[in-house]
């Protein structure tokens, strides 16, 4: 509430005039880079913003893209659909330190070597986005996030352009690669983040693209100049530290997601053996993998559909979890479909042996692939035994 209300007195500071009161020739613009924390799923690969002091106008803000009430249901809910609606909010720069002191976030402060007309058209142009809509946009988790548009603001209110130092050995490396450091400490989140997005991250990056992380954005500029005409000059004009990072390092979970699928395939491979054994049919065994199978087949269907967003699609993982997985529970229910159910384990067989073919060679890293082999296998299994139990 209390950023909402200082947000609001800002924007009516200068909602009587049609531009904001100009700020001063003592007046610095700042891009400020917070350390990658674990404090909610949004804040893992750091964050970025900008910050205005001035003390001729006595004030001193920071811009904050982003914002959105993580706490609703609503909005997560929303953010999965890619139909998600992020504010720019005002934030009292004593606040926001106290803030991550207390969180023990680190952060840094990079002075830029703006002109004073520079600064003056990034001051207006955050007041007016500001000023329109509650500062609302449309959010893009990789394209349009506390990176990029921070970024986005800074080129256009430079009189020259920026050139960065865009190594020709960059590797050809997609947003998947980029991200995968940041979440190997949190192998569950990872293998949620890989079923939801698509193939499309996988795409090789320009280097441009690949500045939507702050600490990605924060080095390129680092080593950045602002060329104008036949002048140039260092985007940074100074930096600091102002909190200092005090963060323990996340150490990794024991129990993973890949050897949770690995106990789970050997206790699968085992109740499956005794099934064959004693000839029986354990029939909630296959209830309970496929219809949870079915149902996350159901939701990455669904984005790549009716919810679809460029980061969604091309999602390979609806070769082996697929909603037809909840078909297939039907057939399992009544022996009258047992001639179904087998044509329904051929087709799953044949439809895990083709994702695992293109998750491996278009897929996300190999690494994380291997995390989904053995919820692949199990499944397999049970389409193995199925048809084993139909001829016999």
Same mark, same amino acid.
């Given at each position: ?134 500062g609302r946009y449309h959010y893009d988790i990789l394209r349009t996030n506390c990176a990029t548009l921070p970024r986005m603001s800074i080129e256009k209110a430079l009189s020259g352009k920026i050139v960065y130092d865009d190594p020709d050995y960059l590797p050809l ?76 390092k996340v150490k990794p979970p024991r129990f993973t997601p890949s050897i949770a699928g690995w106990l789970l395939f050997a206790v699968i491979l085992l109740l499956s053996f005794i099934e064959w054994k004693k000839k029986s049919y354990f ?17 990455? @269907?669904? #984005?790549?559909?009716? *919810? &679809?967003?460029?980061?969604? $699609?091309? +999602? /390979? ?29 051929? @087709?799953? #067989?044949?439809?895990? *042996? &083709?994702?695992?073919?293109? $998750?491996? +060679? /278009? ?30």
């Amino acid at each position: 509430m209390k950023r909402i209300i200082l947000t609001l007195l800002v924007l009516l500071y200068v909602s009587s005039m049609h531009a904001a009161k100009p700020l001063s020739e003592e007046a610095q613009i700042s891009f400020l880079s917070g350390a990658p924390n674990s404090v909610s799923i949004f804040s893992l690969f750091g964050h970025a913003s900008i910050r205005i002091s001035d003390p001729g106008l006595n004030i001193d803000y920071i811009f904050n893209y982003g914002v959105f009430d993580r706490n609703n249901l609503e909005n997560i809910f929303q953010l999965i659909r890619g139909n998600l609606y992020c504010e720019l909010w005002v934030y009292d720069t004593e606040e926001y330190l106290a803030k991550s002191r207390q969180m023990g976030i680190g952060l840094k402060e990079y002075i830029l070597n703006f002109l004073p007309e520079e600064k003056e058209t990034l001051w207006q142009e955050l007041i007016t986005m500001g000023k329109s809509q509650s500062g609302r946009y449309h959010y893009d988790i990789l394209r349009t996030n506390c990176a990029t548009l921070p970024r986005m603001s800074i080129e256009k209110a430079l009189s020259g352009k920026i050139v960065y130092d865009d190594p020709d050995y960059l590797p050809l490396e997609g947003h998947d690669d980029l991200c995968e450091p940041y979440l190997d400490p949190y192998p569950w989140t990872q293998i949620l983040t890989y079923l939801f997005f698509g193939n499309s991250v996988s795409r090789p990056l320009s280097f441009k693209e690949t500045l939507f992380l702050p600490e990605k954005l924060e080095a390129a500029f680092k080593s950045s100049v602002i060329i104008t005409g036949s002048d140039s000059r260092p985007l940074i004009a100074s930096s600091f530290t102002l909190v200092e990072n005090t963060q323990e390092k996340v150490k990794p979970p024991r129990f993973t997601p890949s050897i949770a699928g690995w106990l789970l395939f050997a206790v699968i491979l085992l109740l499956s053996f005794i099934e064959w054994k004693k000839k029986s049919y354990f029939r909630a065994i296959d209830y309970i993998l496929f219809g949870i199978a079915g149902l996350i087949g159901i939701i990455i @269907f669904l #984005l790549n559909t009716v *919810f &679809a967003e460029w980061y969604t $699609l091309f +999602n /390979f993982h609806l070769f082996w979890l697929h909603p037809l997985h909840i078909l297939g529970i039907v057939f399992f229910i009544y022996r009258k479909f047992n001639k179904q159910a087998y044509y329904y384990h051929l @087709f799953n #067989l044949l439809a895990l *042996f &083709a994702g695992a073919i293109l $998750l491996y +060679n /278009f897929g996300h890293t190999v690494k994380l692939i291997a995390v989904t082999a053995p919820y692949m296998l199990l499944l397999g299994t049970r389409s193995i035994f199925g048809l084993i139990r139909y001829k016999h």
